[in-house]
Structure formats: C-alpha cells, structure tokens
C-alpha cells in the first residue's frame, strides 16, 4: 500500500551540504531526520566496495593533485560511453586511503565545496555501520537504499559486484533483514544475483527517462527493452514478481500527465523518483526562478507535483527541506 507520505532518503548522504559520501554528509543527513541514506558503490582491484558515485573518480576525489597517481589517468568505455580519468578498479583499497573528498558540482555547491580535502572514502561497510550507529543514536530505525554502479562492467574485468555486496551485508549485518535495506540498480542482473544469493531486501529496479538497460543492451542488443517501455503498463506485468518497486527519474513523472504510479501501485509495486533538488541547476524549466544555477528557484512547486503523483519514496540532497516539506 502507498504511504501516506513518501520516504525522505538522503541521497548520498546531505549531498546538499556537504560532499557527497562523506562521512560528515551521512551524519548530517542522520541527524536531519532521514528515513535511510543511498551509497553507491563500485569496486576496488583488491575487491572491496567503495562508495563513490561513479567508479571515476576524478570530480568527487583530490586523485588529479596526487603526482604518485598521475600514470594512473586513462581512457575507458563505461556501459558504452568513452570516460577519461581515474577509476577505482585500478587502485587497492590501501591507496584509495589517501585520497580526500571533493564537492562534485562546486560551481552550483561553494558551500559544500569549502569542505573539500578535509574527509577520507568511505568503504560500504563504514557506511552500514555509521547508519547502524546512527539509528541507536537518533532513537529511530533508519535504512539503507543501496545502489549498484556498473555491474555489467565490472564482471567483465572479473570483479563481480553481487558476491561482494553480499559478503558485506552479511559481515555487518545487513543481510537477515534485520534492518531495512533496499536494494536498487539500473541493471535488473544483479539484482536478481543477490535476490538468489539470499540477502533479505526490497529490491527496486531503477528507470532512466530515455534509453536501455546496460546488462540488456548487452545480451540482447537493440530488442532489449527500453526504460520507457519498461513503465508502460505491459512492462510493469514484466517486473511483477520479480522486483518489489521501480524508481523512476522525476522527469518522467512531471513529463505532462501520465500514470507511472497509479499503473505500478495497481501491480503491487513501490515507486521511488530521484533526484529532489532545490537549485535552479536542476529545477524542471517551468519551476527555475531568479538568480542563477546556485539558487533555489520554486522547488516546493516541482515537489508539489511530484508529491501528488503518490510516490513512496524520494531522494533528496537537502534531507532538512525534504523532510519538512513531504512530512508537511
């Protein structure tokens, strides 16, 4: 059943206010009332999961001012896009260490970027733990919605995600159910893996506004379903069973009338969107006001209608204004 108002998730941490996955932005997003943060993860050489928005990490990390790494810059295709930088695929987890964390869009973000070299990477399970801590602290259950980045990719160099993911979960203690986790990857493969492997979660397919699933793209070619399809009522039939929800781009869901949700919620499926965020940068068109990229144009307006669409849940870059404003 539909909540009577959406989960608030802190999408990679308090993202709004401090670099994203680091340990003060899950704090923060923590203490700001969150009902569960998102980590994304990717792999290092030596096998351990790191949470970093993308496996390139040269706009969310300090690696471009690091001389010992400089040989490490190179060129590689990323579920088919040619991506110029450096990867943790190519880095231990011992020199991944000394790397700091950057605000990835300081130009929209000067604030969050004033804390900039100041916070190391954070593995996925110091992420479970914090949130762990985190819950006993705040007197509150709070989860995890954890996203998987590249899965297609990374067995293809022989560092497979899902056995990773589940031995993490299972050595912190998130693999029984005995906190809410949530499971979500643009690649319906791995989720299925970890379902079979056993780890007890909601698992939540994630549609892109245009496009097609890399895993499928892979193994079908061009008549792998599309993300839009994937929404229409005879691609829902297709997830039933199989994934408890799908999160969905907000675009989609302020994209003229439609009945993303109401299709979904009349299949037993949950709906997430992503991402909500108060700066024009990100603002749809019609809801950017005064004030360029860095400012807050009409984000109650876009949230409003998002709201109204029913979603159960959300993630959100600023969990205070998140919080207040679905709560409301």
């Known amino acids: 059943m539909p909540r009577n108002a959406p989960l608030v998730i802190g999408h990679r941490g308090a993202s709004g206010y401090r670099p994203e996955h680091s340990r003060s932005a899950y704090e923060l997003a923590l203490a700001m009332g969150v009902d569960a943060v998102e980590p994304d993860v990717v792999a290092t050489s030596d096998g351990v999961l790191v949470v970093r928005h993308e496996n390139e990490i040269s706009g969310t990390t300090d690696v471009a001012a690091h001389p010992e790494f400089a040989d490490r810059k190179t060129t590689k295709r990323i579920d088919g896009q040619a991506l110029t930088g450096w990867f943790t695929e190519d880095f231990t987890w011992a020199e991944l260490t000394t790397l700091r964390t950057r605000e990835r869009v300081p130009e929209v973000r000067p604030s969050s970027a004033s804390f900039d070299g100041a916070q190391p990477i954070l593995r996925l399970v110091d992420v479970l733990d914090l949130v762990r801590a985190g819950s006993a602290e705040h007197g509150r259950e709070i989860g ?24 993490d979960l299972r050595s912190a203690g998130w693999a029984e159910g005995e906190l809410p986790l949530i499971i979500e990857s643009f690649e319906s493969t791995v989720l299925e893996q970890l379902r079979t492997a056993g780890i007890a979660a909601s698992y939540v397919y994630l549609i892109e506004a245009k496009g097609r699933p890399y895993d499928l793209l892979v193994a079908q070619g061009k008549q792998a379903l599309t993300y839009p399809a994937t929404v229409e009522p005879a691609g829902l039939d297709g997830l039933v069973g199989r994934f408890d929800g799908i999160s969905v781009n907000k675009r989609m869901l302020l994209k003229g009338p439609n009945s993303i949700v109401d299709d979904a919620h009349d299949r037993g499926l949950q ?38 669409t029913g979603v159960d849940g959300v993630f959100v870059d600023h969990p205070d204004l998140g919080a207040g404003f679905f709560r409301g």
């Open 271 to 308: 709906v997430f969107t992503w991402t909500c965020r108060p700066e024009n940068a990100f603002l749809a068109p019609e809801f950017r006001g005064a004030g360029g990229r860095e400012a807050f144009g009409d984000y109650e307006g876009e949230w409003s209608a998002i709201a109204r």
């Open 144 to 167: 995890v919605v954890l996203e998987i980045k590249h899965a297609t990719y990374f067995d293809s160099i022989g560092l497979g995600l899902a056995p990773l993911i589940a031995r």
